[in-house]
């Protein structure tokens, strides 16, 4: 038999037995020394994977060092399906991995995980098929100090995959600061309250894609901008998600940024649950940097023609923090190509 073996990787179906073969691409020391890295000079690219014919990524781990700040937002991870000429993951290292912010944190869900040391474990658990070849590549576009980097890529490989197998997507986007409005002349309620919304002009887009597929998920960073000793929630921003070029409102239109995170009440805790989570809270007051997560693990949402993801920043997008986000999905290529990722001063993190 030449496909992907039965079933998912549920606990009670461990036991029926699949086909292909278990193989690893890793930054082992071909020497047989103990240097089990890779050094990336500053503005060069190591391809770390180039698989021919068919198969299955099913993990891949990562740590890194590098002595220049910042070097999560400046190191790109990119991945190619099937000899494709643009990529179909174009994400910063430290983004992708599930936690923006140039920073690493200790946190786990169900696809992604950060573990100790201090969250510089990194790990992926999306499954990332192809039919003819994979290549995945790091970029080193720091100014002048080089990026070590171990990693492990497990896959599986088979004489073919079925047809019906999506390939694997993931992009970064950024507005710093979103447009809003200025609070001058306004009560804080009716500045963080008040207008009404009946469209999603303006609001913060975590993914536009094009073609048949389903979208998995997103984590999303603010820093919340505003100075006040007022009540300074950065939430209340509806998502709205429109598919197949629907008009407003959507067919799936939230109640606002908490809740679509699957939390409550403007939270301010840490949380990791495998399909949601609050990596990063903020300070007091929500000042500060915070990051969420949501995966749609057993709710993909699924397109046929074109799917626009989108979130309020604030109600009515009257607030102007910096927002940042990852978006994952599956579809059948060829993909929308990527616009190219802004210049690394575009990408750097405000300071504190």
């Known amino acids: 038999m030449s496909r992907i073996g039965p079933g998912g ?8 037995l699949r086909d292909g073969r278990r193989r690893r691409a890793s930054s082992y020391d071909r020497t047989g020394g103990n ?3 890779i ?6 690219t190591a391809i770390i994977v180039d698989i021919a014919g068919a198969g299955c990524i099913t993990h891949i781990w990562v740590t890194m060092s590098c002595e220049e700040a910042d070097f999560l937002r400046k190191t790109v991870f990119r991945a190619f399906w099937d000899g494709e000429s643009d990529p179909s993951i174009q994400v910063p290292i430290g983004d992708f991995f599930g936690m923006g912010h140039a920073m690493h944190r200790n946190f786990t869900s ?14 992926c658990w999306f499954p990332m098929p192809f039919a003819d070849g994979a290549r995945l590549e790091v970029t080193n576009e720091c100014s002048d100090t080089p990026v070590t980097l171990y990693y492990y890529v497990d896959y599986e490989s088979y004489s073919s995959i079925p047809g019906n197998m999506a390939r694997f997507h993931a992009w970064w986007n950024r507005e710093n600061p979103c447009t809003g409005i200025s609070d001058q002349g306004m009560t804080n309620r009716e500045f963080q309250c008040s207008g009404k919304n009946l469209s999603d002009e303006g609001n913060y887009a975590i993914l536009e894609a094009e073609g048949r597929g389903h979208y998995v998920g997103c984590n999303l960073n ?7 000793d007022k009540w300074n929630w950065y939430g209340e921003g509806d998502d709205m998600i429109f598919i197949d070029g629907e008009p407003f409102p959507p067919s799936l ?7 679509y995170f699957n939390t409550a009440w403007c939270p301010t805790q840490e949380v990791c649950t495998p399909y949601h989570g609050i990596i990063l809270p903020g300070g007091p007051n929500w000042s500060g940097k915070i990051t969420l997560y949501r995966y749609h693990i057993e ?10 993801v989108t979130i309020e920043h604030g109600h009515n997008n009257h607030r102007s923090d910096d927002y940042s986000s990852t978006a994952y999905w599956y579809q059948v290529e060829p993909h929308k190509a990527m616009p190219p990722l802004p210049p690394v001063h575009e990408r750097l993190p405000r300071p504190e």
Not at 253 to 259: I, S, W
């Open 9 to 16: 990787s549920s606990l009670r179906e461990l036991a029926i």
């Open 35 to 37: 240097d089990d890295w």
């Open 39 to 44: 050094i990336i000079g500053p503005q060069e």
């Open 110 to 123: 169900l696809p992604l995980a950060m573990s100790p040391q201090d969250g510089k474990s990194f790990n």
């Open 222 to 228: 603010i820093h919340n901008l505003r100075t006040t």
């Open 253 to 259: 239109h939230g109640t606002g940024t908490e809740d």
């Open 299 to 308: 709710d993909p949402i699924m397109f046929e023609k074109s799917i626009r």
